[in-house]
């Protein structure tokens, strides 16, 4: 029973364009929600991350928001450059499962030159 | 600073072998766990450990055993491997619980299994 899902598998933007990757969660106890980027071959790293009590945050050229009426998330990626193709992760951990995370499926991106 | 390594990278193995992945740390962190990686599936976390000498169940810990005999190392074994257990198997490690401590990933171990 996935609590966390990303029902893109794939998304293809041109460069300097924006990239948006959604997630979907349906556990209204998740309270912190984590992005993570991965390459092949490599392990996933940290992207962004976002606390339930805001609905944005901000990194550089990332931005994460927060609905959590609609209990969903979006990563935004402005300007997208080719360097930014990889597959992305959503995660979500809440309080009363400690540090366990729940992954989503993951969308891998690819962003055109 | 290695941060997180996995050993063996890839590994066949027939079904009913037994097998031992080991994860490594230096980042003096508490937390570590492992998780499998299967095609249409999220990460799903196997077990964790929240300090040496101590494990926990995750979401899918059936067919497996881990070990955290010290602080920077975490064992995962296969007693009698499955073919259902062909996947990718990353492990990772955070600082401590709260507030939620990002997760550090090693590169990941291809398993596998006839």
């Known amino acids: 029973d996935q609590q966390v899902k990303q029902n893109s598998p794939s998304l293809s933007v041109q460069e300097g364009r924006i990239s948006i990757l959604n997630c979907d969660y349906t556990?209204?106890?998740?309270?912190?929600f984590l992005w993570y980027k991965k390459y092949p071959a490599e392990g996933p790293t940290f992207l962004i991350s976002?606390?339930?009590?805001?609905d944005k945050n901000e990194d550089g050229r990332f931005t994460v928001f927060l609905n959590k009426s609609a209990k969903h998330l979006s990563l935004h990626i402005v300007p997208s450059q080719p360097g930014d193709s990889a597959v992305y992760f959503c995660?979500?951990?809440?309080?009363?499962?400690?540090?366990?995370?729940?992954f989503g499926t993951g969308t891998s991106l690819t962003v055109i030159p | 600073n290695a941060g997180v390594t996995q050993t063996p990278k890839f590994r066949v193995l027939k079904t009913g072998q037994s097998m031992t992945l080991l994860c490594a740390q230096d980042?003096?962190?508490?937390?570590m766990y492992w998780y499998r990686q299967d095609p249409g599936m999220g990460l799903r976390l196997i077990h964790y450990?929240?300090?040496?000498?101590?494990?926990a169940k995750g979401e899918v810990p059936d067919g497996y055993n881990v070990s955290r005999l010290k602080k920077q190392n975490f064992l995962l074994g296969l007693e009698s491997a499955a073919p259902s257990q062909t996947s990718v198997y990353f492990c990772?490690?955070?600082?401590?619980?709260?507030?939620?401590?990002?997760?550090?990933f090693g590169p990941g171990t291809r398993l596998l299994v006839l």
């Open positions: 990772a490690s955070s600082l401590g619980q709260f507030p939620v401590e990002t997760q550090y």
């Open positions: 556990n209204s106890m998740f309270d912190y």
């Open positions: 976002i606390s339930s009590i805001k």
């Open positions: 995660a979500a951990s809440a309080l009363n499962t400690g540090n366990q995370f729940y």
């Open positions: 980042m003096n962190h508490e937390y």
């Open positions: 450990s929240v300090g040496e000498g101590t494990t």
